[in-house]
């Protein structure tokens, strides 16, 4: 088969050579017309129709060369595709893993936040009549929003989320007061001391005490003035400064003044409240919104007081 290939492929260049000297012999200005083909067409036409394999091997490696820069351009889009697809996905993972915008306050600390009974919780941590070591869904959960709304509008906070009332319930006030002490020894220009507690709700209650601010369901408070005090008259007349801001902000929001024959501490600063956020029987969102607002109601005051 190869022998009669180069048989072939000779006589397709001997009749070549031979057209050639032939059609420049007998009308060599025919070499000028448009229609002219010269020899190189002319050797590939002879060529391909006295080896028909020559002209099937070249297509086939045409149709092969433009599949395969197809496949080549099609496998590039789906890549880019799925790279596209995949940045796509990744964006909104991207946003959300961002944390939250945090405040750098400077200055001297102006507010304390700590908690004679740091296990007190909220629905639906409901575990051990509503006490939980664990931080989340109780008073000092709603601590942290507090001390958090107030540094948002530059107010520096010191929030200490010691727990007091474990082992011993009995002996929370005790050991409460040597934290205050230390703290208030610690950070002097911290005039605002607030012991946050919740209250607990009467065993008929089916639901805490709420009200709707902007669409939202917000725990009450109440403040819990200690008549045992020597700064009584001091506490009760902050107390009500406190209750009547949070009124005249947010109609219903201003919570009762309570009036107790012991001291709660009260005696560490004229400006300390005892501050009860809701009851057992409210949710800890309700507690945390509760927090938010308090945070707008206390940094009025101290605007007005600074």
Same mark, same amino acid.
């Given at each position: ?11 397709? =260049? !001997? ?28 050797? %590939? ?10 002209? *099937? ?9 433009? @599949? ?10 789906? %890549? ?32 304390? =936040? ?10 639906? /941590? ?7 070591? *664990?931080? %989340?869904?109780?008073? $000092? ?14 107010? #520096?906070?010191?929030? *200490? ?11 929370? /006030?005790? $050991?409460?007061?040597?934290? =205050? ?40 408070? +109440?403040?819990?003035? +200690? ?35 012991? #001291? ?7 400006? !300390?409240?005892?501050?009860?956020? +809701?009851? #057992? ?9 509760? +927090?938010? /607002?308090?945070? @707008?109601?206390? &940094?009025?005051?101290? &605007?007005? @007081?600074?």
């Amino acid at each position: 088969m190869e022998l009669k290939h180069k048989a072939l492929l000779a006589a397709a =260049i !001997a009749i070549f050579f031979c057209s050639t000297l032939f059609f420049l012999k007998a009308k060599p200005s025919f070499a000028l017309n448009d229609v002219w083909i010269d020899e190189k067409e002319l050797g %590939e036409m002879c060529i391909q129709q006295l080896v028909p394999a020559a002209k *099937d091997a070249d297509n086939s490696l045409t149709a092969a060369k433009g @599949e395969k820069d197809e496949g080549a351009e099609n496998a590039v889009s789906e %890549e880019a595709a799925e790279e596209t697809q995949e940045t796509q996905e990744a964006q909104p993972k991207a946003e959300a893993a961002q944390p939250e915008e945090t405040v750098t306050v400077s200055g001297d600390p102006l507010v304390i =936040i700590y908690h004679t009974h740091s296990s007190e919780s909220y629905m639906p /941590y409901s575990e051990s009549n509503y006490h939980r070591v *664990d931080e %989340e869904g109780t008073v $000092r959960d709603v601590g942290n929003v507090l001390e958090n709304e107030l540094k948002k509008k530059g107010i #520096n906070v010191i929030h *200490d989320k010691t727990v007091h009332d474990r082992p011993s319930y009995n002996e929370s /006030y005790s $050991r409460s007061l040597a934290t =205050i002490r230390s703290l208030v020894k610690k950070y002097p220009t911290a005039v605002y001391v607030i012991d946050l507690h919740r209250d607990a709700a009467p065993s008929s209650a089916a639901e805490g005490k709420y009200l709707t601010i902007d669409g939202e369901r917000v725990a009450k408070f +109440g403040i819990v003035v +200690g008549k045992a005090n020597e700064n009584y008259t001091e506490l009760y007349s902050f107390a009500k400064k406190v209750s009547q801001k949070a009124e005249s902000l947010h109609t219903g929001y201003g919570g009762p003044i309570i009036e107790k024959t012991y #001291n709660y501490n009260g005696f560490i600063s004229n400006k !300390a409240l005892l501050l009860e956020v +809701g009851n #057992n029987k409210n949710t800890i969102e309700e507690a945390r919104a509760c +927090g938010k /607002y308090f945070a @707008e109601v206390l &940094a009025s005051v101290i &605007a007005e @007081e600074q």
